[in-house]
């Protein structure tokens, strides 16, 4: 579960992110909850900074194919499990 709540709606260097993964680790029931640090800009301004010197070759992309991948499989299953109504694996 992830949750967005703003103090003034929709703009974002207000925003207050929150995390919960629910899971099972070795057969048993677990909730995580991940602490997220504060970012005013959420980490755009660097994802668009390391893009363009990706581009010129200056830096490495900071994420990598496979890590995209997964993130739409992640949210293909967050959007299948709204639609259901069920847990979704990923795989």
């Known amino acids: ?4 709540l703003f103090k003034v709606d929709g703009i974002d260097n207000t925003a207050m992110d929150t995390c919960e993964i629910y899971s099972v680790e ?5 909730n995580k909850r991940l602490v ?6 959420m980490g755009r301004e660097r994802f668009v900074v390391n893009f363009v010197n990706a581009v010129l ?3 490495k992309p900071l994420n990598k194919p496979d890590q995209a991948v997964i993130l739409m499989q992640i949210i293909d299953a967050i959007y299948e499990s709204a639609k259901t109504k069920k847990p979704v694996k990923v795989e």
Not at 1 to 4: A, G, H, S, T, V
């Open 26 to 30: 070795n057969g048993v029931l677990t």
């Open 57 to 59: 070759g200056k830096e």
């Open 1 to 4: 579960m992830i949750k967005r």
């Open 36 to 41: 997220i640090q504060a970012d005013p800009t």
